[in-house]
């Protein structure tokens, strides 16, 4: 979301005090999810692989529905195959998701070095400015957990999914928690 002036920051943090217990809340079920999940990290990328396969033939369908809106027989053919595709893929993701996690394993550390070399490439085009320094470390970083997971692979196939779902829900969690905190706090003022 893109805020015209500070005006409109300041309207909506003021709006939402109101409901910093319910931020919290959120937050806190956010962090348990997150929590639940480190504690099983296979079932965890099993059930990653399900949601992410029936996304997948969900799509498909509409893909395919949206077909026969099309106005000419190869946007019709080509809205068709897509949808069709996408069912088949996600249908071969629900039978068998733990060799579909190897594959998407392989796929993260893929586009995690290409964007961690981006991110450094970018870094250095541009210096002098203030905090290239930042990018190239971003990327470095980013590059660094690329080559990691493409190392452990496939291996780590069984769990890196699940893991990096249970962190990034930890650290949501935590930060809806530290923001309904941080409007109590403002409320309070």
Known sequence: MVFNDRQQLKDILARERSNWGW?????????????LILGNLVAATI???????????????????????????GRFTYWALAGLLYIAAGAVVLMDPLKASVIFTFIIAVLLVFAGGIRIWLGFGMRPDAGWIWMVLSGALTL???????????????????????????????????LGLALRAMRAQ
Do not use: K, Q
């Open 23 to 35: 931020i919290v809340a959120l937050g806190a079920l956010i962090l348990v999810c997150g929590v």
């Open 47 to 73: 059930f990653s692989m399900i949601l992410v396969a029936t996304f997948m033939i969900f799509g498909g369908m509409f893909r395919f529905m949206l077909a026969f809106r099309a106005r000419s027989w």
């Open 144 to 178: 660094a957990a690329g080559v990691i997971f493409a190392i452990g692979w496939p291996a780590n196939s069984l769990w890196l999914i699940g893991m990096l779902l249970g962190i990034e829900l930890v650290i949501e969690g935590w930060g809806f928690v530290m």
